[in-house]
């Protein structure tokens, strides 16, 4: 924590004095035992030294809270807090930008709008995006938006040179009454929070940012398709632009959302794909950014996925981890399996969060939910290898496996190459439950079934979480 630069702020001697003297005033009081005393001290230094200056506020008020009953303690943080919001004040900096801040300037050039029907996944761009600037010393500039345009950043931007970025995925609908929906978007925004933080990159309010978007959309609404087919694909960016050639936090970033509308991805329905198993090719593990939206986790799979489609004949990658093979990732989907379990119950089991490797899938939490609604059948979140996959397969207790994700909510499979071995699996799709999903969620999506889960658009002044 020390090493993050505050210094624009206040100096970091001013900051290791007030450590040091409260480090010492917790060791004099007596009343205090070594367990409060460890993490009082904790707590400070995280607070005097936080790149996030909410954080420095938020864990000063917590620590009130925890220590509520020692007076001199709870006196002593309220005036070290009252000290914190002067030196924010007295140096005009923005924890976040704000929706009531934001500046339009519309397009006097608009693009041409295709057809629904000949719709390709982010060929069309609409015409407007949304970009805030943030700098460590001025905090969050005023946020615009503006006609799509080239950004203007510096070669040497930690950017293009350490992939210092994140991005999330996210659909608004034009639903049967008409009215434009984005679904489960705060679960967005929390995802890409929590990338922002694993990536160096600074504190923004997830719920201003929600309107801004909801704003965008609003403005190219028309650009949001009228087909039940179609969508309108958001896509938020965040980027760190300090031209400087160091690996460290950027000092400077960029966050900027673009649109485009997108056909579905099965244009003629749900169509089985098959998959390459090999267990040289590792995507995440344990301790390292699998459960990020990072850009950089997706760039080193395009070339297994060449390799996969070209010598295996196979359209996407079953990434594997560790010496007993662990089922993963289906290309940039989550996995699910249908099968008949051990204790021959129906379940539907997918990999656990916790392991790391596994992105938190907005598509995947909402399959689960489901899932646990109907009752119908045992839902685990727990490790699959391949040794166990192909006893249940041999033995004739795999149902269905299928991936799910933003892009197409639902992808079955048909078949596995696994250590030279064609694992077949059932490709029927009908009365499926893959196909129930599916079209349990499109009924979501375009109204069809009102679900909370649908956000409108024409709401920027309350966010749903």
Sequence with gaps: MLGHNFDSIVSRACILRAIRRDIANIRSNRSWCRPKESHLVDVLTVAYTSRSRVASLKTLLQTLCVYKNHLYFKIHLAARAVQV????????????????????????????????????????????????????????????????????????????????????????????????????????????????????????????????????????????????????????????????????????????????????????????????????????????????????????????QIIANEKHGCQQVLWLYGEDHQMTEVGTMNLFVFWTNEQGEEELITPPLETGLILPGVTRKSLLELSRQWGEFKVSEQVITMKRFTKALNEGRVKEVFGAGTACIVCPVSKIIYLGQELNLASDIKESLTQRFYKEINDIHFYRKPHHWMEEIDDVEEAII
């Design 85 to 304: 919001c002067n030196i924010l004040r007295s140096k005009h900096i923005m924890t976040s930008f704000r929706y009531e801040d934001l500046q339009i300037t519309l397009t006097d050039k608009p693009s041409p709008k295709p057809d629904d029907e000949e719709l390709r996944f982010g060929a069309n761009t609409s015409d407007h995006m949304f970009e805030v600037d943030w700098t460590l010393e001025h905090g969050w500039g005023t946020p615009q938006i503006k006609p799509v345009a080239p950004l203007q950043i510096h070669p040497a931007a930690k950017v293009l040179h350490y992939a210092c970025e994140l991005f999330e995925g996210m659909k608004a609908y034009r639903c049967i009454d008409d009215k434009i929906r984005l679904f489960r978007p705060m679960e967005n925004m929390q995802r890409m929070a929590n990338t922002a933080k694993r990536t160096s990159l600074p504190y923004f309010d997830q719920t201003e940012f929600l309107k801004c978007i909801k704003k965008l959309i609003s403005i190219d609404q028309e650009w949001v398709p009228h087909s039940q087919k179609c969508s309108l694909y958001v896509r938020p960016t965040f980027i760190g632009t300090e031209p400087r050639l160091v690996v460290s936090a950027p000092n400077m970033a960029k966050l900027f959302v673009i649109t485009c509308p997108v056909g579905p991805y099965f244009p003629t329905g749900l169509k089985p794909i098959s998959l390459l198993a090999d267990p040289q090719y590792v995507r995440a593990w344990p301790g390292g950014c699998g459960m990020y939206k990072m850009g950089s986790n997706y760039a080193p799979t395009t070339a297994i």
